[in-house]
């Protein structure tokens, strides 16, 4: 995930291959309420990684919850459930900004405390007190329970319970508005079950119920948890008396499909790729509980290509420019935003109708589309439940970069991880001008992988993937400094030095002389390396550790002074550059294999410099060595790479020389980033 502050989506070209989605937040959290108000364990799959989730873990293993992880093996989660009971009487919740921890947390406790006699306090970021909940704080005292508003009456933070049990209103129907956040409804549903043993518990909507497919996802696990909920038309449900929620046993939760929007997007916008028809989602397919699934209706209005299974979607480019639509988006209130990115791919003016939710959402959302859709050139028109969207000039077809009404933009994302998602789809745009998304670490919420799946299945001309190329004789920290800049801009590494060091040790391995130049290269040319969870592996094997040793430096710098296994290691050295960027060290990176790289760095660093730092590092390590030795070694790699006759070690032309003899690697990677800010407004 990324240090910096932003990601720079260069110029997108095509795409195509497979993506599986994480599991769906809306699915995740409810399931791990359920389960946790059960009687007994319940065993979940699938269940999703995220802010969101998170936050809702802490919150229900703070109120008693026992909770394991990979039990009863890798990718599931036990939760032992707490039975209607409450372990723990009081406590202050943390629930950042996930609504869909705060609005059931808040009824389920609001109701246990008034019946056991507890007392918490929720809160969450300032954004989360920004978000009304005042419906569902009316709905909880007409019931008769305590709910005090800490700040701002009718949002967070709110007291819950005062620590006396309190009689409870059953009789009556509870009266809910439906037409502000579908979320107040799922929260009634999920916590009344939780005092209608002896009577049943009628819920009633006032005004028009937005959402209504998240609302059918409750009532969906409501039944699979043992409560099975009468519903007459929207208005009204009926929790049945003596309900009590028991475990299923086991629960997979499905794919998100509204994340599966931006790959449907993908596949409509995107030219396939050779090898590939287009793209396919696994995890959720046109059998999806989730309202969200509908989003392929609209998809195709617009134009793509999509057919499906149960569990798998299959999406290509069909009409191209895209449709423009007008579209009641009551049903797909998460995934419509994708469709105003895929408007301005389209002919004409899409209106998508009906998203007065999007008001009250992580931000403003219709506000926020509107705003960064006119940066990239768009013609935006917004009102209290609608957007307008007129593609830029040229829309999906520009025919060159002079004519084009496409803008290079940042986008600014407001901690709002569906803006970041969908705005990266701007990369596509016909003028080939980049795009900046700001603060991509938003997309934790629900999808913290979401960028690198992304970039797995889309592709860009070479000369369009920005390279930074850090060079410098050994000893330099180049090594050091690269993977720190990589890891900071979320850059792919090339350590181009292990590549010599594995040939060297493939060599040693096979009984190769490191005076076989023939029999090196083909070594080379044949290297079974693998690069995972940052350790390094020749033919399966773990060869980080060795890889680093003196011993393996030296055999590596000799390795390295043929031209014919340079050669042999250029075509692999090459294709390491991929989606969204590179930092590549080595000797000769800007001066051999990557020359038309934006930023070259030559690291330098005297001498006597050199041998302490590698001194205090083998040292460090518990391996013995002299200062005096270790000198003579490098002047000695350092005579030997300068003068060699292919690829000397020498500063590109155009690199940027650094010299860091006196600077720490955070001074160090701070002016290698400024350097590389500097040249990538956009």
């Known amino acids: 995930m990324y240090a910096i502050d932003h990601l720079d989506i260069p110029p997108l070209s095509g795409a195509g291959g497979t993506v599986r ?8 959290n409810r399931v791990l309420l359920l389960a ?48 209607g009971e409450l372990p723990v009487r009081e406590g202050a919740l943390f629930l950042g900004n996930a609504g869909t921890a705060m609005r059931p947390l808040t009824a389920a406790l609001a109701l246990l405390a008034s019946r056991h006699g507890g007392k918490f306090e929720l809160s969450g970021i300032p954004r989360m007190h920004e978000r009304p909940i005042g419906d569902l704080v009316d709905a909880l005292r007409q019931l008769g329970c305590p709910v005090d508003c800490l700040g701002q009456e009718g949002y967070p933070p709110l007291r819950l319970g005062n620590g006396a049990a309190q009689a409870l209103t059953l009789d009556a129907p509870i009266r809910v508005r ?19 043993q002896d009577r049943p ?4 909507v006032v005004g028009e119920l937005i959402s209504k497919p998240y609302i059918e996802i409750t ?10 909920v009468q519903r007459e038309g929207w208005s009204r449900f009926i929790i049945p008396a003596g309900s009590r929620y028991r475990s299923p046993g086991q629960i997979h939760v499905e794919a998100d499909a509204s994340s599966a929007s931006y790959f449907i ?9 050779p090898g590939h028809d287009g793209i396919t989602i696994e995890g959720v397919g046109l059998a999806s509980i989730q309202g969200d699934i509908r989003f392929v209706e609209a998809a195709r209005q617009m134009g793509a290509e999509i057919s499906g299974e149960a569990n798998r979607l299959h999406i290509r480019r069909g009409a191209w420019p895209l449709r423009a639509v007008d579209l009641d988006c009551n049903h797909i209130p998460d995934a419509a935003m994708t469709l105003a990115v895929m408007a301005l791919y389209a002919e004409g003016t899409t209106t998508l109708r009906n998203i007065a939710s999007w008001r009250v959402k992580e931000t403003d959302r219709i506000a926020a589309m509107a705003t960064e859709c006119r940066k990239l ?45 969908c705005f990266s789809l701007a990369a596509f745009n016909p003028g080939r001008v980049r795009v900046r998304i700001e603060d991509p670490k938003c997309v934790a919420k629900t999808f913290p992988d979401y960028f690198e799946t992304l970039f797995d299945v889309c592709e860009a001309e070479s000369g369009a993937i920005p390279v930074i190329c850090i060079d410098g004789p050994t000893a330099s920290g180049k090594g050091t400094l690269a993977a720190e800049v990589a890891r900071q801009l979320g850059y792919h590494l090339l350590d181009s030095g292990a590549l010599y060091r594995a040939t060297a040790l493939a060599a040693q391995d096979a009984g190769v002389s490191l005076d076989d130049e023939p029999a090196l290269a083909r070594l080379a040319a044949a290297l079974p390396l693998a690069f995972r969870d940052h350790r390094i592996f020749l033919a399966g094997r773990d060869i980080t550790d060795p890889l680093r040793l003196e011993s393996t430096g030296g055999m590596a710098s000799r390795v390295s002074q043929y031209p014919a296994v340079r050669s042999a290691l250029h075509a692999l050295q090459l294709s390491f550059r991929r989606l969204p960027g590179l930092v590549a060290d080595g000797r ?95």
């Open 21 to 28: 989605l994480p599991g769906s937040k809306s699915i995740s």
């Open 265 to 273: 997007a993908l596949g409509a916008i995107a030219p396939p790729q």
């Open 219 to 228: 009532l969906n696990l409501l039944a699979r948890f043992g409560v099975p």
């Open 377 to 421: 050139g768009a013609i935006m028109e917004e009102g209290d439940d609608f957007l307008r969207i007129t593609p830029p000039q040229g829309g999906a077809t520009a025919p060159d970069s002079t004519t084009h009404g496409w803008q290079p933009a940042a986008i600014h994302t407001y901690d709002d991880h569906r803006v970041a998602m």
């Open 36 to 83: 946790a108000l059960s009687v007994g364990q319940t065993d979940i799959a699938d269940l999703l990684d995220s802010d969101d989730t998170r936050v809702m873990l802490a919150a229900l293993a703070q109120l008693g919850c026992r909770i394991e992880t990979e039990t009863p093996g890798p990718g599931w989660l036990r939760v032992h459930g707490i039975g």
């Open 588 to 682: 000769d990176m800007g001066t051999v294999v990557f020359p038309d790289a934006p930023l070259k760095v030559y690291l330098t660093a005297s001498v006597a410099q050199r041998a302490q730092r590698r001194h205090k590092q083998l040292i460090s390590k518990g391996i013995s060595a002299s200062i005096e030795d270790l000198l003579a070694d490098l002047q000695v790699r350092d005579a030997r790479d300068m003068n060699r006759s292919t690829a000397p070690l020498k500063p590109a032309e155009d690199a940027l020389q650094l010299d860091n003899s006196e600077l720490d690697i955070e001074q160090s990677v701070r002016q290698v980033l400024n350097w590389w800010q500097g040249r990538q407004q956009p």
């Open 201 to 204: 518990v009628t819920i009633e």
């Open 178 to 196: 439906g037409d502000v956040s579908s979320q107040f409804l799922t929260a009634l549903l999920l916590a009344l079950p939780l005092v209608a």
